[in-house]
């Protein structure tokens, strides 16, 4: 028997009676037609993890009563925060599902020298949540308690003052680089990693030297050159094998 998992914010105890959310509602009983009393799972998002009943109320009202708690241990051991130019459409969503699902801790959307996406300030908060909820739905399929943040949209030049005035550990991807995975050093436990991915033209000459000024370190993943929506998610992997769980 299939059990659905939701995003449920806010603290659990057991047999509490929580009402779901209108679209909730509709997911389970419209969308995976679920009947009273069917077990669903949920997650507060700060690493508790429930199993309740469904108690359907209405044709449009349900609630769910809190059985038993958890706390799954299944985040990453490495602190990631991908740095990610912003790109196209669907190419950004992909990379937010990806990353979720290999562990990343934090992401950082920035605006880049060549970043062909513009978003006026009264758009940039609404694409954030939009973002925001794709990350809450990546955890519900992925399994995951913890949800990740997606930080205010930044430029690049406000992201690198953002970093202060001490060098910090990361890695940068750069065609031309003399450094792979392979030759870069474990840094120190829980440290934050910082992944920075340029948009699809790529991040320019002086970017990449701003970074490596800040302590970053350019690396290159083989002879082909990556997609931008496809090179965090592929360092992300690298790490989680070479560090991380997998």
Same mark, same amino acid.
């Given at each position: 028997?299939?059990?659905?998992?939701?995003?449920? +914010?806010?603290?659990?105890?057991?047999?509490?009676?929580?009402?779901?959310?209108?679209?909730?509602?509709?997911?389970?009983?419209?969308?995976?037609?679920?009947?009273?009393?069917?077990?669903?799972? *949920?997650?507060?998002?700060?690493?508790?993890?429930?199993?309740?009943?469904?108690?359907?109320?209405?044709?449009?009202? =349900?609630?769910?009563?809190?059985?038993?708690?958890?706390? +799954?241990?299944?985040?990453?051991?490495?602190?990631?925060?991908?740095?990610? /130019?912003?790109?196209?459409?669907?190419?950004?969503?992909?990379?937010?599902?990806?990353?979720?699902?290999?562990?990343?801790?934090?992401?950082?959307?920035?605006?880049?020298?060549?970043?062909?996406?513009?978003? /006026?300030?009264?758009?940039?908060?609404?694409?954030?949540?939009?973002?925001?909820?794709? *990350?809450?739905?990546?955890?519900?399929?992925?399994?995951?308690?913890?949800? +990740?943040?997606?930080?205010?949209?930044?430029?690049?030049?406000?992201?690198?003052?953002?970093?202060?005035?001490? =060098? *910090?550990?990361?890695?940068?991807?750069?065609?031309?680089?003399?450094?792979?995975?392979?030759?870069?050093?474990?840094?120190? =436990? /829980?440290?934050?990693?910082?992944?920075?991915?340029?948009?699809?033209?790529?991040?320019?000459?002086?970017?990449?030297?701003? =970074?490596?000024?800040?302590?970053?370190?350019?690396?290159?993943?083989?002879?082909?050159?990556?997609?931008?929506?496809?090179?965090?998610?592929?360092?992300?992997?690298?790490?989680?094998?070479?560090?991380?769980?997998?």
């Amino acid at each position: 028997m299939r059990i659905p998992r939701l995003y449920l +914010p806010g603290e659990y105890a057991p047999k509490q009676v929580i009402a779901l959310t209108k679209e909730q509602t509709h997911y389970v009983l419209t969308v995976l037609r679920l009947k009273n009393q069917h077990p669903v799972e *949920v997650f507060n998002g700060n690493g508790l993890q429930a199993m309740g009943t469904l108690i359907v109320t209405g044709r449009r009202s =349900a609630d769910l009563c809190i059985e038993s708690l958890s706390e +799954p241990q299944v985040e990453s051991p490495l602190n990631t925060v991908l740095v990610q /130019s912003i790109s196209r459409g669907d190419r950004m969503d992909y990379t937010l599902q990806k990353a979720v699902e290999l562990g990343v801790t934090r992401i950082q959307p920035i605006f880049s020298d060549r970043c062909e996406v513009k978003l /006026s300030s009264d758009k940039l908060e609404k694409r954030r949540d939009q973002w925001q909820s794709i *990350v809450i739905s990546a955890c519900e399929q992925s399994g995951r308690c913890l949800v +990740p943040e997606i930080l205010p949209i930044l430029t690049y030049q406000a992201w690198l003052e953002s970093l202060g005035n001490e =060098a *910090v550990f990361g890695l940068t991807l750069d065609p031309y680089a003399q450094h792979n995975l392979n030759t870069v050093s474990q840094p120190e =436990a /829980s440290m934050p990693i910082h992944l920075l991915i340029g948009p699809e033209g790529g991040l320019t000459e002086q970017e990449v030297e701003q =970074a490596t000024q800040k302590g970053l370190t350019p690396i290159r993943l083989g002879p082909r050159i990556l997609r931008t929506e496809t090179a965090g998610p592929t360092i992300l992997a690298g790490l989680q094998m070479l560090w991380g769980d997998l």
